[in-house]
């Protein structure tokens, strides 16, 4: 190993809410598996004991009020300092055994991301819904942005010193992992994903997200994503949506004033020649945003390049 790679800096950031059955561990297996880094837990108004269990495991502890994972994520980003950040679940579901590997892959292709794509181990692991609605959006993220990960809703991520600092961290709850992933998607950052078990949770700890409540939310943010990264096929599907429906109206209209020389529905005309308008001026938003948005995806990629790449193993030795 080289001089440099032994003053790598490594972080594991654990956001945590009422984990008092699992955080111990969690730190516990994750300082066996990575004894030199620093391990962050930041607690997010608990009200059970995961304060005062994080502490006695040996955590750096830290408490953001803002209620939700974003909001605990962004201040995380915001606060630590590091070469190498490896963001996981206080749940105890992931296998901290795997994070050397996760590291050391992202080290060695100077990669931006390693995402960990969950693989349960336990029929309890996922709870009913969780692994069709993860198929589902990760699918809709994979076809409007790209189809480079198989689990966008992972907890589990080591990720760069660069995508740390140049991520904005706008969400506020758990549709963060959304966020995360089409930051990367769209500066085409290098990224890898590699399987990890996922295990059931410990006796006492309960899933804090909830199925179609957390998952519209996401479903929102990916809507709002598409409409903000990719404009111009954002508005022109509406363009499509709104001329069809224009269509369908006008077509008898017409086929009636050309066999009678007569308009009797004019109110029906309107509405159509009103929809007509309407995919028209989308059209022309989705123009004008696409402009826009390529110079603000210029800046960001700026940004993401003002800070030094991760730094290969093999360059050291």
Same mark, same amino acid.
């Given at each position: ?66 209620q939700g994972k974003g909001n605990v994520v962004r201040r995380m980003f915001a606060d630590v300092e590091a070469d190498i950040y490896v963001l996981v679940d206080g749940d105890s579901t992931y296998d901290a055994s795997v ?7 992202? @080290?060695?292709?100077? %990669?931006?991301?390693?995402?960990? @794509? ?84 410990p006796l006492g700890s309960s899933s804090k997200l909830s199925t179609f409540k957390d998952g519209f939310r ?39 004033? %050309? ?8 109110? @029906?005309?309107? %509405? @159509? ?45």
């Amino acid at each position: 190993m080289s001089k440099d790679s032994k003053m790598t800096r490594t972080a594991v950031l654990i956001p945590c809410f009422n984990e008092e059955a699992a955080i111990a561990k969690v730190i516990t297996d994750f300082r066996m598996a990575l004894p030199m880094a620093d391990i962050y837990v930041f607690d997010n108004n608990s009200t059970d004991r995961t304060i005062e269990a994080a502490k006695h495991a040996g955590a750096i502890v830290r408490i953001e009020k803002l209620q939700g994972k974003g909001n605990v994520v962004r201040r995380m980003f915001a606060d630590v300092e590091a070469d190498i950040y490896v963001l996981v679940d206080g749940d105890s579901t992931y296998d901290a055994s795997v994070a050397p590997s996760m590291i050391d892959l992202l @080290s060695r292709n100077s %990669l931006d991301m390693v995402n960990g @794509s969950r693989v349960s181990v336990g029929n309890a692991a996922y709870r009913r819904g969780h692994k069709f609605g993860n198929k589902m959006l990760t699918g809709m993220v994979s076809w409007i942005f790209g189809n480079r990960f198989i689990d966008i809703l992972s907890g589990y991520k080591v990720l760069s010193r660069r995508f740390v600092k140049s991520f904005p961290a706008l969400s506020s709850g758990f549709e963060i992992e959304t966020e995360l992933t089409v930051h990367a998607l769209e500066l085409n950052m290098p990224i890898a994903e590699v399987e990890t078990a996922y295990k059931e949770r410990p006796l006492g700890s309960s899933s804090k997200l909830s199925t179609f409540k957390d998952g519209f939310r996401i479903l929102w943010v990916i809507l709002v994503l598409a409409k903000e990264e990719r404009p111009m096929y954002f508005f022109l599907l509406l363009a499509v949506l709104f001329s069809t429906l224009s269509a369908v109206i006008v077509i008898p209209i017409i086929i009636e004033f %050309l066999e009678t020389g007569l308009v009797p529905r004019m109110p @029906s005309a309107a %509405l @159509s020649l009103g929809l007509m308008i309407v995919a028209f001026l989308a059209l022309t938003c989705g123009m004008i945003l696409e402009t826009v948005t390529r110079g603000r995806k210029e800046l960001k990629r700026l940004r993401y390049l003002d800070i030094p790449a991760p730094q290969s193993l093999e360059s050291g030795r």
